[in-house]
Structures are given as structure tokens and as C-alpha cells.
């Protein structure tokens, strides 16, 4: 026998033990809609109601200068019939300006929300994590997935875990 002869009965044989062991063996997928439980915890609604109130805030800034740049659009209009056209260039400069700034400012705010989201929602995703691996092993499931980004297309047996993990993480995180 040779070697290549000795490596394909052992491959077939592995295989029929593969297929064998796959048939009596039953997998439990457990799914977890993350962004859900995210919302739903007491602790998120809590970082949700947070990161609300400074967009809204932020957001009233933006709305005002917003408001000044329209009216010196409104102004400009409105006089720029008598104005020499050194005075036009510099208040239509003068807009473009407070254009350009207004811009930096909302793309400033945006990415600081984005970071504030960022320092709140990961050490209460880690958290969530925790008890994810904690009902799954408690509800006898072999695997755990994040369903809104992998969604199972077809499992034997599937359990959906979301209800439980959220109900399981207020009663351990009040």
C-alpha cells in the first residue's frame, strides 16, 4: 500500500465518521438581534435618551447660525442692488464664510456624538456580551449569532435568544 493509497482510505474514513457523527448530532443555533437588546436594556435606553438630548442641543446651535446665514442671504439680496461690487464681493465672502464654518461646526458635532456613542455603547456591549454567553449556555444552544448582520437561512433547530437576554441583563444590570 502506498502512501497516497494509505492517506485516502484514511480521508474516507474520516469523512464516513464525519457524515455518521453529523446525522445523530443535533445543532441548536441561538440568534440575538444585538441592536435590539442595545435599545430595549434599561441601560440603553438610557445612553439613547442621553446622546438624544446632546443631538437636540446641538442641533439648536446649528439651527441658529443656520437662521443668521439666511437672513445675511435675505440682507444681501435685498441691498445688493445699491452695493459697488467690492461691497457685494466682500458680504457675499463674508456668507461663504459663515457657509464654511457652519459645515466644519455640524461635521465637529457629528463625530463627537459619534465618538460619545462609541465610549457609552462598547462597555455595555461587552456587558451584553457576557449575558449573551450566559443564557446561551443556560438554554442548552450549541452556537450563538448576532442575527441582524449573519441572519440564519435555514437551522434544524433555532432558538431566538433576544427577549431573554434583555429581560436576563435588566435583572443583573438595574
Not at 456591549?125 to 443556560?138: G, L, M, P, R, Y
Not at 433547530?157 to 435588566?170: F, H, P, Q, R, W
Amino acid at each position: 500500500m502506498t502512501f497516497k493509497e494509505f492517506s485516502m482510505k484514511k480521508i474516507l474514513v474520516l469523512v464516513a465518521a464525519m457524515m455518521m457523527s453529523a446525522q445523530t448530532m443535533a445543532v441548536v443555533v441561538g440568534k440575538v438581534d444585538v441592536q435590539k437588546v442595545i435599545l430595549s436594556v434599561n441601560e440603553g435606553k438610557k445612553i439613547k435618551d442621553q446622546l438624544k438630548k446632546t443631538f437636540d442641543e446641538k442641533q439648536k446651535i446649528l439651527k441658529k447660525e443656520e437662521d443668521k446665514i439666511r437672513k445675511m442671504q435675505e440682507d444681501f439680496k435685498k441691498q445688493s442692488l445699491v452695493m459697488n461690487d467690492k461691497a457685494k464681493e466682500t458680504k457675499q465672502r463674508e456668507i461663504q464664510e459663515n457657509i464654511i464654518k457652519l459645515q466644519q461646526k455640524t461635521a465637529g458635532y457629528q463625530r463627537e456624538i459619534q465618538e460619545l456613542e462609541q465610549k457609552h455603547k462598547k462597555p455595555l456591549f461587552e456587558k451584553i456580551k457576557a449575558v449573551i454567553n450566559s443564557v446561551s449556555k443556560s438554554s442548552g444552544v450549541d452556537l450563538t449569532i448576532e442575527s441582524s448582520t449573519a441572519p440564519v437561512l435555514y437551522a434544524k433547530s433555532e432558538k431566538d435568544l433576544t427577549d431573554e437576554v434583555i429581560a436576563a441583563y435588566n435583572k443583573k444590570h438595574k
